[in-house]
């Protein structure tokens, strides 16, 4: 048993084809119609065979709800991992994203958090190096 | 709700300290630096719960910012303290922490 694919539920998934490419820089790995919708992954650029991020269209009436909750929390939906959370930070502001936390030292790991405009909230994680 | 029960938690105390780190943070935010950073696992509902008692005594306010709720610091009921017992200039002004009360 392997994790090939995860995914996040997404409003608009040409809109966040936009979002997690333009922007956040991941590669279109699939983008296959299948009717109303489409069946769209992305990858890491530094991983092109790695974990398929699937942009799922959030299209049960549960969905809205249960994001809206996490959302008010500030919770993450998922994350992702980053080299340099700080570096992350200031490209992506530079690119219009709103971050609902800067970049914070929690000891062992560098997190911040971010919209994705699709209905999400995304953490982006740096491991920090341990002395 | 009076300052003197919202203050005499150690959790509300150190929520109060992260929020002067930094204005404005939601409940993720604050139970992530209450776990990592202060060792205080409490569960989000326990979180949130103490965070109601700190608005109800007005040390928080909150504020929607997009679509989340986010939490400020208000400092301002706590000056009743200094008002009421006065620091003279001439007594022995070093400052204890919570770890020096605790231990």
New interface residues.
């Given amino acids: 048993m392997r994790i090939n694919h995860t995914s996040v539920p997404v409003d608009d998934q040409q809109k966040a084809l936009r979002f997690y490419t333009e922007t956040l820089g991941f590669r279109v790995k699939h983008n296959i119609p299948l009717g109303e919708h489409a069946w769209i992954t992305v990858v890491s650029e530094e991983a092109p065979e790695g974990t398929e991020l699937v942009l799922e269209p959030a299209e049960h009436p549960a969905i809205g709800p249960f994001r809206?909750a996490l959302?008010?929390?500030?919770?993450?939906y998922t994350a992702f991992t980053v080299d340099d959370a700080a570096a992350e930070h200031e490209r992506l502001v530079a690119k219009g994203v709103?971050f609902?936390?800067?970049p914070?030292d929690?000891?062992?790991?560098i997190?911040a958090?971010f919209?994705d405009t699709c209905g999400n909230?995304i953490q982006i994680m740096e491991e920090k190096a341990q002395p | 709700m009076d300052i003197y029960r919202a203050i005499a938690d150690r959790t509300r105390r150190a929520i109060l300290d992260e929020l002067v780190d930094?204005s404005g943070?939601?409940?993720?935010?604050i139970c992530?630096?209450l776990i990592?950073?202060h060792g205080i696992g409490s569960s989000?509902q326990a979180i949130s719960q103490h965070l109601d008692v700190l608005e109800a005594a007005g040390l928080i306010r909150t504020r929607r910012?997009?679509?989340?709720?986010?939490h400020w610091f208000v400092g301002a009921p706590l000056k009743e303290i200094g008002e009421r017992w006065p620091v003279s200039t001439d007594e022995d002004t070093s400052h204890s922490t919570d770890e020096d009360i605790e231990k």
């Fill in positions: 809206k959302v008010e929390d500030g919770i993450p709103r609902v936390q800067p914070t929690l000891g062992t790991v997190t958090v919209d909230l | 930094r943070q939601s409940l993720f935010e992530g630096r990592m950073k989000r910012e997009g679509r989340s709720k986010l």
